[in-house]
């Protein structure tokens, strides 16, 4: 089997838990490195009282499983429309974020905020040569990372319920053909000030926790997404105080808002990035080429609610 022939296909799930019917059309999304672990609770024996020191054998329990992926940001390429979106769309939504399309006219786009309530869980295949490994009731947590010169990912781990793994003819999908944006000419400011880093990232956060039930026999039910707690990391040019008192904003606690993009110039292949109240919780010193950089820790806070992140796709 070749590590290199693997699809990940996904879809919304009408009744969380119950597996969602896959087929080639749900195959969209261009992944890198996808990967499955399997992890079933073994019930250990070994203290068992026998009249040998050797074991009995344990027992398999509750099974549970994760798939991971790396993906381009991008958009389609094409019109926003309620069928035409981003193919992270499905997978951004299982992560926790609330999708809105705007279709007016010379204004498309599509808008990605953080969610409390009404967070989808994904039946999710791993296509694997041959083979599919199979979750369902998933759902996930998801980081964005970014380097200069580069496309900026998004990076995709899901929880849900093992569903099998037997051997499944591969699929040949017809992938999103939009090649992504890279990480130049954009604009990056954080508190006002227009920063020179060369990497940023942020991550989501989600707790994702499963859903037990002896009902089932899988014994779990579900993914659960029960909380976040969104941060980032920057690495700018360190500047004087005078030019921006990175150290001062430490001490403050004062928040700042957090501006990245346009990312591209194609039409419907373009996005923004942004977090309302970024709050420095480290100010560390390193090196890039000879200059010394803030490496900044950051905690993203809400303004007011369900707003700590924002991923808009616009034309």
């Excluded at 070749?2 to 080639?24: D, F, P, Q, S």
Aim: net charge neutral.
């Amino acid at each position: 089997m070749l590590t290199r022939r693997r699809v990940v296909a996904a879809k919304i799930e009408g009744t969380e838990g119950t597996a969602e019917a896959i087929t080639v059309a749900d195959a969209g999304i261009i992944t890198i490195d996808p990967k499955f672990d399997g992890d079933i609770k073994m019930y250990d024996r070994s203290n068992v009282k026998t009249a040998t020191l050797s074991k009995l054998e344990s027992i398999p329990g509750q099974q549970m499983g994760t798939i991971s992926f790396k993906a381009e940001v991008k958009g389609p390429g094409a019109t926003y429309s309620a069928l035409v979106k981003p193919a992270l769309g499905t997978y951004l939504r299982a992560c926790g974020f609330a999708e809105a399309v705007d279709i007016t006219a010379g204004a498309e786009k599509v808008t990605y905020i953080p969610a409390s309530s009404g967070i989808p869980s994904i039946t999710i295949w791993l296509y694997e040569d041959g083979a599919v490994h199979k979750l369902k009731g998933a759902r996930g947590t998801v980081s964005f990372s970014g380097k200069v010169g580069e496309p900026i990912f998004a990076e995709f781990k899901f929880t849900g319920v093992w569903d099998g793994s037997p051997a499944l003819a591969m699929v040949t999908p017809t992938l999103e053909a939009s090649r992504p944006p890279v990480f130049l000419n954009s604009t990056f400011t954080i508190d006002g000030y227009a920063a020179i880093p060369e990497t940023f990232s942020v991550d989501m956060g989600n707790d994702i926790q499963m859903r037990s039930s002896p009902g089932t026999e899988s014994g779990y039910v579900s993914a659960l997404l029960n909380d976040r707690k969104p941060t980032g990391k920057l690495d700018p040019e360190m500047v004087l105080p005078a030019a921006y008192d990175f150290m001062g904003k430490w001490k403050s606690g004062a928040a700042g808002v957090l501006v990245i993009g346009p990312v591209g110039t194609g039409n419907y292949n373009k996005f923004t990035m942004g977090a309302p109240k970024c709050v420095y919780t480290k100010v560390g010193s390193g090196e890039r080429s000879g200059l010394v950089t803030a490496d900044l820790d950051l905690q993203l806070a809400m303004n007011t609610g369900d707003d700590e992140f924002k991923l808009e796709f616009v034309k």
